[in-house]
């Protein structure tokens, strides 16, 4: 099996995880089935169909046998004689067999035959991964198979294997047997897998199996999609399992200038459509020996030896040239995109103006007005741009093609409706399965918002900025008005002290100033002219831009159970449940002073908590504070 190592996976991506150990619950059977098809040892037929109700034959099991040992790379697609009497050379499996038989892992019957097409029993099979462990005939007393058959039960390998040891095995018992062999320690007392792929150290001590690093070596490419791509790949593309951005998809959603990787032995796709265009600012370490390169203000790795020949002093590009990047999985540079390729598309806030100096390609350096964008992909890009009436908190619209970049200031598109309940339709517009969400306020940096955030959120007057649509219907981008609460800070007001004074002079002596504690730091606001009406306890934080905050607001209190707190949802003492921010503060209150906590620390059922919430559910709030007493 070849082996290409690619950085940075996304678990979402895959949809992977750490599958259990020899002596836990069986795994899922597409997971088992996950695992040998990126080992090449089960893969089905050429639609990738696994038949595993079926019987398996001693041709087939012999060939998984030979696939799944440490001499799987050496065998060829012939032979020179016959394995056995009953196994002429032009069988399909005389390769297989030949090697098992090299390999002392299997034998023929009395007769001297091996009887490919008969039906394997699971004494049978056993014996044989027990070879594979390391065992010999002579380690086990008695009559065979009782010493065998115990054996298989100590190390674990009968997880998920329903058939008895006289009994045929199934394609399905032959799955979990060979998986159950990746997470058995041999005679040696190594894990199989790491005996198998001794570089990639891919069960840990616990016996847990790394599905991604697995994978991740399985995994091969990259290429762009364009013209005829498919016939880059090693197999038939129109069975393929296809994944693009993380989501299940088919072949026909590929577009041109994706970035495709894939594996033969899992018949699948993976392909990428991140790309960004922009000016070329700068090449790291050196432009003849690039690692990373700075487009439009945002730097990043290059992934491929091909993107980084073109992004060199030998490729097609300088500093100061346009040019549009195609990221990989990984985020980095996997290739450069065309000439004449479709432009870049973002939208965004912005969230600063000023003349840059950029590097000309020259030797020298210019000047030129610049913006930067918070883009509704949660990402930041710079942009020369010469329109003057452009300020910070324009909404924008940016096409980057080859040739220029073109910034549009957004006239405010609004948008009433409640989200459904599981974040995939606001009002009547379905959102498209990659859709793009920040929240903003004033001219606080944006953050970025998933879709299940908003489920049932109604939206009503201005909380939605601007949306766009595709050709479908669908909502691609959404820029919200401070919907979540969730660029403020939250923490808790100790001490308040106002003046509101009638002087004797017919004037007033009006002044505040409110001690407030966040995450553990006491801090200080105030007004010389100004009283807000607050008083002690958790407040909301809002912020004018990053740094300066604008006032302080108090929040409304719920009180919760303290046995009934529980991941991100809190149960008030009426019964009802409410959901808890996923960056919740915690104080614990003793002593009349506030300590920060965690809600780990507080909700085991010693406390009496109560929960503060900035507003109602369904206009996006949530419990922004916990106190605990």
Same mark, same amino acid.
């Given at each position: 099996?070849?082996?290409?190592?690619?950085?940075?996976?996304?678990?979402?991506?895959?949809?992977?995880?750490?599958?259990?150990?020899?002596?836990?619950?069986?795994?899922?059977?597409?997971?088992?089935?996950?695992?040998?098809?990126?080992?090449?040892?089960?893969?089905?037929?050429? $639609?990738?169909?696994?038949?595993?109700?079926?019987?398996?034959?001693?041709?087939?099991?012999?060939?998984?046998?030979?696939?799944?040992?440490?001499?799987?790379?050496?065998?060829?697609?012939?032979?020179? &004689?016959?394995?056995?009497?009953?196994?002429?050379?032009?069988?399909?499996?005389?390769?297989?067999?030949?090697?098992?038989?090299?390999?002392?892992? &299997?034998?023929?019957?009395?007769?001297?035959?091996?009887?490919?097409?008969?039906?394997?029993?699971?004494?049978?099979?056993?014996?044989?991964?027990?070879?594979?462990?390391?065992?010999?005939?002579?380690?086990?007393?008695?009559?065979?198979?009782?010493?065998?058959?115990?054996?298989?039960?100590?190390?674990?390998?009968?997880?998920?294997?329903?058939?008895?040891?006289?009994?045929?095995?199934?394609?399905?018992?032959?799955?979990?047997?060979?998986?159950?062999?990746?997470?058995?320690?041999?005679?040696?007392?190594?894990?199989?897998?790491?005996?198998?792929?001794?570089?990639?150290?891919?069960?840990?001590?616990?016996?847990?199996?790394?599905?991604?690093?697995?994978?991740?070596?399985?995994?091969?490419?990259?290429?762009?999609?364009?013209?005829?791509?498919?016939? +880059?790949?090693?197999?038939?593309?129109?069975?393929?399992? &296809?994944?693009?951005?993380?989501?299940?998809?088919?072949?026909?959603?590929?577009?041109?200038?994706?970035?495709?990787?894939?594996?033969?032995?899992?018949?699948?796709?993976?392909?990428?459509?991140?790309?960004?265009?922009?000016?070329?600012?700068?090449?790291?370490?050196?432009?003849?020996?690039?690692?990373?390169?700075?487009?439009?203000?945002?730097?990043?790795?290059?992934?491929?030896?091909?993107?980084?020949?073109?992004?060199?002093?030998?490729?097609?590009?300088?500093?100061?040239?346009?040019?549009?990047?195609?990221?990989?999985?990984?985020?980095?540079?996997?290739?450069?995109?065309?000439?004449?390729?479709?432009?870049?598309?973002?939208?965004?806030?912005?969230?600063?103006?000023?003349?840059?100096?950029?590097?000309?390609?020259?030797?020298?350096?210019?000047?030129?007005?610049?913006?930067?964008?918070?883009?509704?992909?949660?990402?930041?890009?710079?942009? +020369?741009?010469?329109?003057?009436?452009?300020?910070?908190?324009?909404?924008?619209?940016?096409?980057?093609?080859?040739?220029?970049?073109?910034?549009?200031?957004?006239?405010?598109?609004?948008?009433?409706?409640?989200?459904?309940?599981?974040?995939?339709?606001?009002?009547?517009?379905?959102?498209?399965?990659?859709?793009?969400?920040?929240?903003?306020?004033?001219?606080?940096?944006?953050?970025?918002?998933?879709?299940?955030?908003?489920?049932?959120?109604?939206?009503?007057?201005?909380?939605?900025?601007?949306?766009?649509?595709?050709?479908?219907?669908?909502?691609?981008?959404?820029?919200?008005?401070?919907?979540?609460?969730?660029?403020?800070?939250?923490?808790?007001?100790?001490?308040?002290?106002?003046? $509101?004074?009638?002087?004797?002079?017919?004037?007033?002596?009006?002044?505040?100033?409110?001690?407030?504690?966040?995450?553990? +730091?006491?801090?200080?606001?105030?007004?010389?002219?100004? &009283?807000?009406?607050?008083?002690?306890?958790?407040?909301?934080?809002?912020?004018?831009?990053?740094?300066?905050?604008?006032?302080?607001?108090?929040?409304?209190?719920?009180?919760?159970?303290?046995?009934?707190?529980?991941?991100?949802?809190?149960?008030?003492?009426?019964?009802? +449940?409410?959901?808890?921010?996923?960056?919740?503060?915690?104080?614990?209150?003793? $002593?009349?002073?506030?300590?920060?906590?965690?809600?780990?620390?507080?909700?085991?059922?010693?406390?009496?908590?109560?929960?503060?919430?900035?507003?109602?559910?369904?206009?996006?709030?949530?419990?922004?504070?916990?106190?605990?007493?």
């Amino acid at each position: 099996m070849k082996h290409r190592l690619l950085s940075g996976l996304l678990a979402v991506v895959l949809v992977l995880g750490l599958a259990p150990g020899a002596l836990a619950a069986p795994p899922a059977e597409s997971e088992a089935a996950q695992v040998l098809a990126a080992l090449d040892i089960m893969v089905g037929d050429e $639609n990738g169909n696994l038949n595993l109700d079926r019987t398996i034959t001693r041709a087939e099991f012999t060939k998984m046998t030979v696939a799944a040992s440490t001499s799987r790379d050496t065998v060829g697609d012939a032979v020179a &004689v016959k394995p056995y009497p009953d196994v002429p050379q032009t069988h399909w499996a005389a390769p297989y067999i030949k090697a098992a038989v090299d390999l002392n892992l &299997v034998q023929g019957d009395l007769y001297g035959n091996f009887n490919s097409d008969e039906k394997i029993t699971l004494a049978e099979g056993v014996t044989i991964l027990l070879r594979l462990l390391g065992y010999t005939d002579s380690d086990f007393t008695g009559v065979w198979p009782a010493g065998q058959m115990a054996q298989y039960r100590a190390l674990g390998l009968d997880e998920g294997v329903t058939c008895g040891q006289n009994d045929n095995m199934t394609r399905r018992d032959a799955l979990y047997l060979f998986y159950n062999l990746m997470i058995t320690k041999d005679k040696n007392g190594s894990y199989y897998l790491n005996t198998l792929e001794p570089t990639l150290n891919l069960v840990n001590a616990s016996g847990q199996l790394d599905r991604v690093g697995l994978i991740n070596s399985a995994m091969e490419g990259p290429v762009v999609a364009s013209g005829g791509w498919e016939t +880059q790949l090693p197999f038939s593309t129109a069975s393929a399992k &296809v994944y693009r951005n993380g989501s299940s998809s088919d072949l026909g959603s590929i577009q041109d200038q994706d970035v495709v990787y894939w594996s033969e032995s899992m018949r699948t796709i993976w392909a990428y459509s991140d790309k960004v265009t922009g000016t070329l600012e700068a090449l790291s370490p050196s432009a003849s020996a690039p690692t990373s390169v700075t487009v439009a203000g945002k730097t990043y790795q290059i992934e491929t030896t091909s993107a980084a020949y073109e992004l060199s002093d030998l490729g097609s590009y300088s500093v100061g040239d346009r040019v549009t990047l195609l990221l990989g999985r990984s985020g980095g540079v996997a290739a450069l995109g065309q000439v004449g390729s479709d432009s870049a598309l973002i939208y965004g806030i912005i969230t600063k103006v000023e003349n840059a100096t950029y590097n000309d390609g020259n030797n020298g350096t210019y000047n030129a007005r610049t913006v930067t964008i918070a883009a509704t992909d949660g990402n930041t890009y710079r942009y +020369q741009c010469s329109i003057q009436t452009l300020e910070v908190g324009d909404m924008v619209r940016v096409i980057a093609g080859d040739a220029d970049v073109q910034v549009k200031r957004l006239s405010t598109t609004s948008l009433t409706g409640k989200m459904n309940s599981d974040g995939t339709k606001l009002g009547s517009y379905p959102l498209a399965d990659n859709v793009e969400i920040i929240d903003t306020y004033e001219e606080c940096t944006p953050v970025r918002i998933y879709p299940s955030r908003l489920a049932g959120v109604e939206f009503t007057g201005d909380m939605v900025r601007y949306y766009a649509l595709n050709g479908n219907g669908e909502i691609t981008h959404l820029i919200l008005n401070d919907v979540t609460g969730d660029l403020h800070k939250y923490g808790i007001i100790t001490d308040v002290n106002e003046v $509101n004074t009638v002087l004797p002079t017919g004037g007033y002596l009006i002044s505040s100033s409110y001690t407030y504690d966040l995450n553990g +730091q006491e801090m200080v606001f105030g007004s010389d002219n100004t &009283v807000y009406n607050m008083h002690s306890g958790p407040c909301q934080i809002k912020m004018e831009g990053d740094s300066t905050v604008e006032r302080l607001y108090n929040l409304k209190e719920r009180p919760l159970s303290a046995v009934s707190v529980s991941g991100n949802f809190g149960v008030a003492s009426n019964g009802q +449940q409410y959901a808890i921010s996923e960056h919740v503060v915690v104080y614990v209150y003793e $002593n009349n002073d506030y300590q920060i906590s965690n809600l780990n620390r507080v909700a085991g059922g010693d406390y009496t908590l109560t929960g503060w919430y900035d507003k109602n559910e369904k206009d996006g709030g949530c419990i922004r504070v916990i106190v605990a007493r």
